[in-house]
């Protein structure tokens, strides 16, 4: 069983940075691809970026040029420097991970940007 602990989420004004943390554990194989969703109140969890083992990445258009998500594959942990935060930037974070044919979740951290 995996297991995913993210870190990192809090309060801040609106133009500030956050960097979120995830790390994986548990795994009897490698892990995949990586990736990082957000759910605000009353809406859908949607995706924000993803990176392969290879580090090849792909990020919604909300937040291209203003995050990054990079990941350390010996640590098995992956990354998301949040910078030029906007109130709608707040959510719910989660870090997804792919081992094989299964999805896995972390617990979820609160990032909430005020104006």
């Known amino acids: 069983q995996v297991q995913l602990v993210e870190s990192g989420g809090g309060l801040v004004q609106a133009g500030g940075s956050l960097r979120l943390s995830c790390a994986a554990s548990g795994s009897r194989f490698g892990i995949n691809a990586m990736a990082w969703y957000r759910q605000a109140p009353g809406k859908q969890r949607e995706l924000v970026a993803t990176i392969t083992r290879g580090g090849s990445t792909n990020y919604a258009d909300s937040v291209k040029g203003r995050f990054t998500i990079s990941r350390d594959n010996a640590k098995n942990t992956v990354y998301l420097q949040m910078n030029s935060l906007k109130p709608e930037d707040t959510a719910v974070y989660y870090c997804?991970?792919?081992?094989?044919?299964?999805?896995?979740w972390g617990q979820g951290t609160q990032v909430t940007v005020s104006s």
């Open positions: 997804n991970a792919k081992v094989i044919l299964s999805d896995y």
